[in-house]
């Protein structure tokens, strides 16, 4: 079975921290993707990432920002947190940019910026 | 740009009915289309992907229809129990390998 893991199901912050959310998935999957998730907004992209140290811009990459070191792991990361960034954050992978492939989710990260 | 567009946003339905799904799409030069179920608080699990060039697919209980020329994808849904009761979320990608445009769901409750 694929697996996607997030690294913190709930997360708390302080406006100005820097918040790291961790993505590792075990399939050897190429592209990687982090959505958020907001009531009345439905999901979103933010960024994605193709290949190892590839990163493309979703729809919402303002106060984002993403590293792809290693082709299990994607990395999202907020600069400084601010409050409207409270939202839960999913990460999902799909093999191959060329086929056609179902996109496998991770949990989800719950974060809070207070 | 693709929206899709999912209706109704909230059913409500007794054990043992059998229901549909909808969900509408602007472009219908899609690549494929995904069906996925969200549990409150969790994660998406997929539950069907449609190609552009299929018409359907079948899980269990579950069958989800695609007409690309209309715009439409259906997710029927037989004998629903009430644990089918969760958020239901199409999404269509129109590239190979890109990201997934949602819709924003409908949320079912299935009573028994």
């Known amino acids: 079975d694929v697996k996607v893991t997030q690294s913190s199901r709930y997360l708390v912050k302080r406006t100005g921290e820097k918040v790291f959310l961790e993505c590792v998935q075990d399939?050897?999957?190429?592209?990687m993707f982090w959505y958020r998730q907001d009531p009345g907004l439905g999901l979103r992209l933010i960024y994605f990432?193709?290949?190892?140290?590839?990163?493309e811009k979703g729809d919402i990459p303002e106060g984002y920002s993403v590293s792809r070191e290693k082709k299990e792991r994607f990395s999202l990361i907020l600069e400084s947190a601010s409050t409207n960034q409270t939202s839960m954050y999913l990460c999902?992978?799909?093999?191959?940019?060329?086929?056609?492939?179902?996109?496998?989710f991770g949990p989800g990260t719950r974060l809070t910026v207070t | 740009k693709q929206e899709v567009t999912q209706i109704p946003a909230a059913l409500s339905v007794p054990e043992g009915e059998n229901l549909v799904l909808n969900c509408s799409f602007t472009?219908?030069?899609?690549?494929?289309l995904q069906w996925f179920r969200q549990d409150p608080g969790k994660g998406l699990t997929s539950l069907l992907l449609?190609?552009?060039?299929?018409r359907e697919q079948t899980s269990g209980r579950l069958n989800a229809s695609l007409d690309k020329s209309s715009g439409r994808s259906t997710l029927y849904i037989a004998a629903s129990q009430p644990g089918d009761s969760a958020t239901y979320l199409c999404?269509?990608?129109?590239?190979?390998?890109?990201?997934?445009?949602f819709g924003k769901g409908t949320t079912l409750s299935v009573s028994s």
């Open positions: 999902a992978s799909r093999p191959d940019r060329v086929k056609s492939y179902e996109q496998y």
């Open positions: 999404a269509v990608s129109n590239q190979a390998g890109t990201a997934l445009i």
């Open positions: 990432s193709y290949d190892v140290k590839m990163k």
């Open positions: 399939m050897d999957h190429e592209n």
């Open positions: 449609i190609q552009s060039s299929q």
């Open positions: 472009d219908s030069a899609i690549y494929n």
